[in-house]
C-alpha cells in the first residue's frame, strides 16, 4: 500500500517521542533527512506514493551513497517508526517499510590481546614500579585478573559482590549476566591470589553496609567509567600500544580458550550467551590465530617477499 510523505510528518513524529533523547531525535531526523532528498529526486517515478518498491529504491540509493549496512537498517527503522505514527492515527493502514531489510552489515571482528600482551598487562612486579604509591593497585589487579580469568562483561565485574558471590576455597564466582541470568563459572588460581591480597584492602576501605567487591577510595562500589579509565591507564603504564578496554579481557579470554580448547559449547556457557551463534564470532578470530601460524610456518605457505 501507498503512503504519503511531507516533511511536516517528521517534525510531528519527533514531537511525539517523549522517552527519546535529544541524541536519539537528532539521529533519527538525520535519518529521515536522508529519504527526504531521495524522495525530492524520485518522488515523480512513484505517482501513487511511497510502496515497498519506492522504499527498496531508497536503500538501493542509500547503498551507493556509501553508507554501510549498519546505517541503512538504522535509517530503515527511523522511517519504518515515522510510518507506524502514521497507522496509529489512522492515516494509513499498512507500513511500506515493514518487509524492507537493510543488507546484512559484515561482522566486526572483536579486538583481542595475545597470550603475550595479556602477560604482560598483568605483569604485576612492573605496575607496582610503575605506581608504587597507588594503594589501588592492588584492586586493580585482581579486577583485570577476575575479568580475563573468568571472561565477565565489566557490568558484571562491577556488579560482584564480596560476600555470596565469590567462593575463593571452591575457586566459583556466581555471575549475574544479562536478563538477570545467574551462572557459575570456575576462577584461576592467579585471579584467586590477586583478589585474596585485595581483600584486606577492601576490608579497610569499603563502607560498612556496601557489598560490593571493587570499591573506590569513597568505599563504595566503582563504577563502569572507573574500570574503564583505570584499565586505560594500566595498560598505557604497561607499555602495551594499543588502546585497551574491559571488554577486549572478555574477548581475550574467549579467543585463548576456544585457541587452546576448541570447545565451543564450553566458551557459550562461561560467557554466558544464550545462543551459541553469539559465540561463533570467536571461531573467526581462532581461525585468523591458525591462518597465521600457516602462514609463518608452513613451506608451501611462506609469501614472497
Same mark, same amino acid.
Given at each position: 500500500?501507498a503512503?504519503?510523505?511531507e516533511p511536516?510528518?517528521?517534525? +510531528?513524529? !519527533? ?11 537528532? +539521529?533519527?531526523?538525520r535519518?529521515l533527512?536522508h ?8 518522488a ?7 510502496d515497498?518498491h +519506492?522504499?527498496? /529504491?531508497? *536503500?538501493a540509493?542509500?547503498?551507493?551513497q ?5 546505517s541503512?537498517?538504522?535509517?530503515? &527503522? ?9 497507522i496509529r ?11 524492507v531489510?537493510a543488507p546484512?552489515?559484515? @561482522?566486526?571482528l572483536?579486538?583481542? !590481546?595475545?597470550? %603475550?600482551?595479556?602477560?604482560?598487562l !598483568? ?7 610503575a605506581?608504587? %604509591?597507588?594503594?589501588?593497585r592492588?584492586?586493580?589487579l585482581?579486577?583485570w585478573?577476575l ?6 562483561? =565489566?557490568?558484571?565485574?562491577v556488579g =560482584?559482590?564480596a560476600v555470596g558471590a ?12 544479562k536478563g538477570?541470568k545467574?551462572? *557459575?563459572?570456575?576462577?584461576? &588460581? ?7 591480597r ?9 563502607? =560498612? ?7 573506590g ?5 566503582i563504577? =563502569?567509567?572507573? *574500570?574503564?579509565?583505570? $584499565?586505560k ?6 607499555? $602495551?600500544?594499543?588502546p585497551?578496554?574491559p571488554?577486549?579481557?572478555r ?5 585463548? !580458550?576456544?585457541?587452546?580448547s576448541g %570447545?565451543l559449547?564450553?566458551?557459550q556457557?562461561?560467557? /554466558? ?7 561463533q564470532?570467536?571461531?573467526h578470530?581462532d581461525?585468523?590465530h591458525? +591462518?597465521?601460524v600457516?602462514?609463518a610456518?608452513h613451506?608451501?605457505?611462506?609469501r @614472497?617477499?
Amino acid at each position: 500500500m501507498a503512503a504519503r510523505f511531507e516533511p511536516a510528518m517528521i517534525d +510531528a513524529w !519527533l514531537a511525539s517521542l517523549g522517552h527519546a533523547s535529544s541524541h536519539t531525535r537528532a +539521529a533519527y531526523r538525520r535519518d529521515l533527512a536522508h529519504f527526504a532528498r531521495y524522495w525530492q529526486a524520485h518522488a515523480s517515478r512513484h505517482p501513487q506514493g511511497v510502496d515497498t518498491h +519506492a522504499v527498496r /529504491g531508497f *536503500v538501493a540509493w542509500l547503498h551507493r551513497q556509501g553508507l554501510n549496512g549498519r546505517s541503512i537498517a538504522r535509517a530503515l &527503522s527511523a522511517l519504518r517508526g515515522l510510518y507506524r505514527h502514521e497507522i496509529r492515527h489512522g492515516r494509513l493502514r499498512e507500513n511500506p517499510v515493514a518487509d524492507v531489510r537493510a543488507p546484512k552489515a559484515p @561482522k566486526r571482528l572483536p579486538r583481542t !590481546l595475545d597470550v %603475550d600482551q595479556t602477560t604482560r598487562l !598483568l605483569d604485576a612486579e612492573a605496575q607496582d614500579a610503575a605506581a608504587p %604509591d597507588d594503594a589501588l593497585r592492588l584492586r586493580d589487579l585482581a579486577m583485570w585478573e577476575l575479568a580475563y580469568s573468568c571472561g565477565l562483561r =565489566v557490568s558484571e565485574l562491577v556488579g =560482584v559482590d564480596a560476600v555470596g558471590a565469590l567462593d575463593c576455597r571452591a575457586r566459583e564466582l556466581r555471575v549475574l549476566g544479562k536478563g538477570g541470568k545467574e551462572r *557459575v563459572v570456575p576462577v584461576g &588460581s592467579k585471579a584467586i591470589a590477586a583478589i585474596e591480597r585485595w581483600l584486606p584492602v577492601r576490608d579497610g576501605l569499603a563502607a =560498612v553496609d556496601e557489598p560490593a567487591l571493587f570499591v573506590g577510595r569513597r568505599g563504595r562500589r566503582i563504577t =563502569v567509567r572507573e *574500570v574503564q579509565m583505570r $584499565l586505560k591507564q594500566w595498560a598505557q603504564r604497561q607499555g $602495551l600500544d594499543v588502546p585497551v578496554h574491559p571488554h577486549m579481557l572478555r574477548h581475550s579470554f574467549a579467543t585463548h !580458550l576456544l585457541e587452546s580448547s576448541g %570447545d565451543l559449547r564450553a566458551v557459550q556457557e562461561l560467557l /554466558g550467551h544464550s545462543d551459541i551463534r553469539t559465540t561463533q564470532v570467536y571461531t573467526h578470530l581462532d581461525f585468523q590465530h591458525l +591462518a597465521r601460524v600457516y602462514d609463518a610456518a608452513h613451506p608451501r605457505a611462506r609469501r @614472497k617477499p
